[in-house]
């Protein structure tokens, strides 16, 4: 259900709930201000471009998305994609690719592929959220230093041109990014300034220094992009022609994947903070929305923002009310301060950034995995991990997924159990305990393989089968005919409903013939036993 209508019917729109979410949307509008310009340079747009995104998709998810705390915006997450992207497409590629990924946010939650999200591995998303953070914060350095030409390419080959231009770093930019950092550790520690938010005093002090000493050759919003256009953006239109569209389907779905996890991920958080639920598949038809209409307001791709949800939660917003309000803070700012804007240095962002990046990479979840998971989850996470940080995004998730599947299989086909329970007069009753699929069938087949000359009769108990496959029904056919050049018979008993449907419709009991499956094992008795013996001696009519 839309959330915003979800409030209304619990009754969060009375007057009572009002200045709460005002206080709150306030201060998240707050938060968001130097975020949204730090998350858009670092994705290669324009400082404004993340105001429009934050402006845009945070009143759009509010409106038509599932969780009625979130909060929407560009976020860090991104950054690795989005610059990719925008260096080998340009910004308008990245608008393009924003729409194509819209859409299919859109598909996902109308083919109600919400809980399909959940489905990926703990160590895979702290693999590749931490893999983000480690791209970020090298990615920051050149602007923290001073340095010129910023670095392009992957994340060694960032950290070489860095190393080879450390020479040159500007000691003013790098007074002013120390000095930020400096602020953003101690002011959460100082009770005064405990309830502003760190980024923006670092933000205003940052620009007060530069504004008043004006130090030569410090890097500002104003000197490297002509400082921010005053008012609302404008509507423009991509080129969305087939040829660039067929082009940026790949990165528009890597968008789409991260924007789902990303935002799920949030609502999540948000749900566990206030003992709430969202609805996942709305939640991602309002970030399908979003998504879609942002890029024709010079916006790009933005997703649900854990750090600002909390926040919004922790100064009391409990309805989309305070999303409206954090939306309403950044058009009050983008209309009446933005020529303040010229003066703030890329350093202090860079800083902000450097923060984000740390908080993202969750050390202290890796050490708490790396030190207590089991073996196999601490390979996945560091798989995926370092193929995050010296390969690519999707490549790090998809490998990290399909490594998590062959495990899950293994310790599966691990749970598969079968043994003796009864052997006698030439024949054997044997038990099958956890689901027949492909990667167990090897036991079936090594158990007829072994079984002893003498017994002319194997029964197999499926009662506590839950289900088959299509392979290993296949493996159940071969057995059938081995058994047979051995004049051995097999015999079928006990299955649950499901798996006699399947036996069925795939011909298996037809296979078998008479007698060849017993609803019930106390059906076989002496005279049955020897009759089947003496059916396969005589050479059974199968």
């Not at 209304?8 to 206080?23: C, V």
């Not at 006698?424 to 158990?447: N, Q």
């Not at 000359?453 to 081995?482: N, Y």
């Not at 019930?520 to 089947?532: G, M, T, Y």
Request: proline share 5%.
């Amino acid at each position: 259900m839309i959330a915003l209508l979800e409030a209304r019917r619990a009754g969060l729109y009375k007057a009572s709930n009002w200045t709460r979410n005002i206080i709150a949307g306030l201060v998240v509008g707050v938060v968001a201000l130097p975020l949204s310009m730090a998350f858009a340079i670092a994705s290669g747009a324009r400082p404004e471009q993340g105001l429009y995104t934050a402006i845009i998709a945070g009143l759009l998810v509010t409106l038509f998305g599932g969780s009625r705390l979130q909060i929407a915006g560009p976020t860090g997450a991104f950054i690795a994609v989005l610059a990719g992207i925008t260096s080998q497409y340009g910004i308008e590629g990245l608008q393009i690719a924003t729409l194509l990924a819209g859409a299919m946010l859109l598909a996902m939650g109308l083919f109600r592929m919400g809980g399909v999200i959940r489905f990926i591995p703990a160590p895979v998303i702290i693999g590749f959220t931490a893999g983000i953070g480690i791209i970020i914060f090298t990615g920051q350095w050149a602007d923290f230093l001073g340095i010129p030409h910023p670095p392009v390419g992957q994340f060694h080959q960032k950290i070489w041109h860095v190393l080879q231009r450390v020479h040159l770093t500007h000691w003013p930019t790098l007074a002013i990014g120390v000095l930020s950092l400096v602020l953003l550790y101690v002011t959460p520690r100082i009770h005064v300034l405990k309830r502003v938010p760190g980024p923006l005093i670092v933000l205003v002090l940052a620009t007060l220094i530069q504004s008043g000493l004006k130090f030569d050759g410090v890097a500002t919003i104003g000197s490297a992009f002509g400082g921010i256009p005053q008012g609302l953006p404008a509507f423009g239109l991509p080129d969305l022609s087939f040829d660039k569209v067929t082009l940026l389907v790949a990165p528009a779905f890597t968008i789409a994947m991260l924007g789902a996890i990303e935002s799920l991920l949030s609502a999540v958080v948000a749900d566990r903070m206030t003992s709430t639920r969202h609805d996942a598949n709305q939640e991602l038809i309002g970030q399908g929305i979003a998504n879609m209409v942002v890029p024709f307001f010079g916006g790009f791709a933005a997703t649900g923002a854990i750090a600002r949800t909390a926040t919004n939660i922790r100064n009391g917003g409990n309805s989309p009310v305070a999303g409206v309000f954090h939306v309403l803070t950044l058009v009050g700012v983008l209309i009446a301060l933005a020529p303040l804007a010229y003066n703030i240095p890329l350093s202090c962002l860079s800083a902000i950034l450097f923060v984000v990046a740390w908080n993202m990479s969750e050390v202290h979840r890796i050490r708490m995995m790396l030190a207590r998971a089991p073996v196999a989850d601490r390979v996945i996470l560091l798989v995926t991990l370092l193929l995050t940080v010296f390969v690519d995004l999707v490549v790090a998730v998809n490998v990290g997924v399909i490594l998590a599947i062959l495990h899950f299989m293994r310790r599966m086909a691990q749970t598969v159990r079968m043994q003796t329970i009864r052997e006698e007069d030439g024949y054997r009753v044997s038990r099958v305990e956890g689901p027949l699929f492909f990667a167990a069938v090897g036991m079936i087949e090594h158990a007829s393989r072994t079984l002893p000359k003498p017994v002319r009769v194997w029964v197999l108990d499926l009662s506590r089968v839950p289900f088959v496959d299509e392979t290993a029904l296949q493996a159940l056919d071969d057995v059938i005919d081995e058994l047979r050049e051995r004049q051995c018979r097999l015999v079928l008993a006990e299955a649950n409903e499901i798996v006699l449907q399947k036996l069925r419709l795939h011909g298996t009991l037809r296979t078998l013939g008479d007698g060849g499956y017993l609803s019930k094992l106390s059906s076989l008795d002496p005279k049955i036993k020897a009759a089947q013996i003496r059916e396969v001696k005589g050479g059974p009519a199968w």
